[in-house]
C-alpha cells in the first residue's frame, strides 16, 4: 500500500521569474487548475500563500491541480513599487503566472485582497476564469460604502500599527483581531508571520513606497457571469459580513455561505467547512 507523503511548505515551493520579477507559489495535485490568493493588508502584516491555505491544499489537491501564489510584495513574490490600484497590480502578477505556467482557464479562490483580486482578475479576464470563490473582501480597491458597519474598521488600526513597529506584540494583536478564535493565535503563528515581514525589508520597502488609487467595481459586478461563491465569516473585524451580501446582490449566478464564529480567514479558521464548501461548488 502506497501513502501519499505530506505536503510541505518547503516541497510545493516554486518559483518563476516574469520580466524580471520572481512570483512565487506552492503547488499540488493534478486536474483541473485552481489559483488560489491569499490575504495580504498593503499596511500590515499579511499571510503568505502557504500559511493561508495550508490547511486547504491537502483536501483540495487530491481533486485539483492547486496553485497558490504569493502576492506581490508578500512572501517571496516582488518587490514592486505602484501608483495605481493595488488589485490591478496582483492581477497582472496572477496573468503572468498563469501565463507562465500555460493554463488558459482556471478556478479561482480568493480570500481577503486575494478574493478583491480574484474578482478584479474575472472583470478584466472573464475567459480565463471557470468559477470564483471569494470572501472576506470588498469588491473594489479602497473598499465599498458601509451600509450598518462602522468604518474604517478595526483591523485597520491593528495593522497600521503592526506595519510601523513591527514586534511580537504587535502582531499577536493583529492576529487576535484577525481571528474569532483566540487559541488560533499561537506564539509559533506571531513567529513565522513577524519572520516573513522582517526577513523581506525589500518587500516592506516597496509597499511604504507605493501608492494604491481607489478604484470602484461595484458599477461592474453584474458583468460577472461566471458561478461564484462567497464564503465569509460572521465576525469578520476587517471586512464587515455586510459586504458579501452587497457582493451577493450583485454578482447574478452567486451564492453565499457565511461561517459563525469565524474571523477574516475563514481557509485558515474553519477549513473543514471551508474546504467541503469549496469542493462541493468546483466539482458540482
Given at each position: 500500500?502506497?501513502?501519499?507523503?505530506?505536503?510541505?511548505?518547503?516541497?510545493?515551493?516554486?518559483?518563476?521569474?516574469?520580466?524580471?520579477?520572481?512570483?512565487?507559489?506552492?503547488?499540488?495535485?493534478?486536474?483541473?487548475?485552481?489559483?488560489?490568493?491569499?490575504?495580504?493588508?498593503?499596511?500590515g502584516p499579511a499571510s503568505t500563500a502557504w500559511l493561508h491555505y495550508s490547511k486547504t491544499l491537502p483536501a483540495l489537491s487530491r481533486h485539483f491541480r492547486c496553485i497558490a501564489m504569493d502576492l506581490v510584495n508578500y512572501g517571496k513574490t516582488g518587490p514592486v513599487t505602484f501608483h495605481e490600484p493595488v488589485h490591478d497590480v496582483q492581477a497582472r502578477a496572477v496573468l503572468a503566472l498563469v501565463d507562465a505556467l500555460g493554463i488558459r482557464q482556471a478556478h479561482f479562490v480568493g480570500n481577503s485582497v486575494g478574493g478583491t483580486t480574484a474578482i478584479d482578475f474575472a472583470l478584466r479576464h472573464p475567459e480565463r476564469v471557470r468559477r470564483l470563490v471569494v470572501g472576506g473582501c470588498h469588491a473594489s480597491t479602497g473598499g465599498d460604502p458601509y451600509l450598518l458597519a462602522n468604518r474604517p474598521p478595526e483591523m485597520s488600526r491593528v495593522t497600521r500599527k503592526a506595519f510601523n513597529n513591527p514586534t511580537r506584540e504587535t502582531f499577536r494583536e493583529y492576529l487576535e483581531v484577525n481571528f474569532h478564535d483566540q487559541s488560533l493565535v499561537t506564539d509559533e503563528l506571531?513567529?513565522?508571520?513577524?519572520?516573513?515581514?522582517?526577513?523581506?525589508?525589500?518587500?516592506?520597502?516597496?509597499?511604504?513606497?507605493?501608492?494604491?488609487?481607489?478604484?470602484?467595481?461595484?458599477?461592474?459586478?453584474?458583468?460577472?457571469?461566471?458561478?461564484?461563491?462567497?464564503?465569509?465569516?460572521?465576525?469578520?473585524?476587517?471586512?464587515?459580513?455586510?459586504?458579501?451580501?452587497?457582493?451577493?446582490?450583485?454578482?447574478?449566478?452567486?451564492?453565499?455561505?457565511?461561517?459563525?464564529?469565524?474571523?477574516?480567514?475563514?481557509?485558515?479558521?474553519?477549513?473543514?467547512?471551508?474546504?467541503?464548501?469549496?469542493?462541493?461548488?468546483?466539482?458540482?
Amino acid at each position: 500500500m502506497t501513502t501519499t507523503p505530506a505536503l510541505t511548505e518547503a516541497s510545493t515551493s516554486k518559483t518563476v521569474t516574469v520580466n524580471g520579477m520572481p512570483i512565487h507559489y506552492h503547488e499540488a495535485g493534478q486536474g483541473e487548475p485552481v489559483v488560489l490568493l491569499p490575504a495580504g493588508p498593503s499596511n500590515g502584516p499579511a499571510s503568505t500563500a502557504w500559511l493561508h491555505y495550508s490547511k486547504t491544499l491537502p483536501a483540495l489537491s487530491r481533486h485539483f491541480r492547486c496553485i497558490a501564489m504569493d502576492l506581490v510584495n508578500y512572501g517571496k513574490t516582488g518587490p514592486v513599487t505602484f501608483h495605481e490600484p493595488v488589485h490591478d497590480v496582483q492581477a497582472r502578477a496572477v496573468l503572468a503566472l498563469v501565463d507562465a505556467l500555460g493554463i488558459r482557464q482556471a478556478h479561482f479562490v480568493g480570500n481577503s485582497v486575494g478574493g478583491t483580486t480574484a474578482i478584479d482578475f474575472a472583470l478584466r479576464h472573464p475567459e480565463r476564469v471557470r468559477r470564483l470563490v471569494v470572501g472576506g473582501c470588498h469588491a473594489s480597491t479602497g473598499g465599498d460604502p458601509y451600509l450598518l458597519a462602522n468604518r474604517p474598521p478595526e483591523m485597520s488600526r491593528v495593522t497600521r500599527k503592526a506595519f510601523n513597529n513591527p514586534t511580537r506584540e504587535t502582531f499577536r494583536e493583529y492576529l487576535e483581531v484577525n481571528f474569532h478564535d483566540q487559541s488560533l493565535v499561537t506564539d509559533e503563528l506571531v513567529d513565522y508571520l513577524l519572520r516573513n515581514f522582517l526577513d523581506h525589508p525589500d518587500h516592506v520597502a516597496a509597499r511604504r513606497d507605493s501608492v494604491s488609487m481607489p478604484h470602484s467595481n461595484m458599477a461592474d459586478l453584474p458583468c460577472i457571469k461566471h458561478k461564484t461563491l462567497i464564503i465569509h465569516g460572521r465576525h469578520d473585524r476587517m471586512v464587515p459580513v455586510e459586504q458579501a451580501i452587497m457582493i451577493l446582490n450583485y454578482i447574478g449566478d452567486s451564492r453565499l455561505v457565511i461561517l459563525n464564529n469565524c474571523g477574516s480567514w475563514a481557509p485558515y479558521e474553519q477549513p473543514d467547512d471551508y474546504n467541503r464548501e469549496v469542493l462541493a461548488f468546483l466539482r458540482a
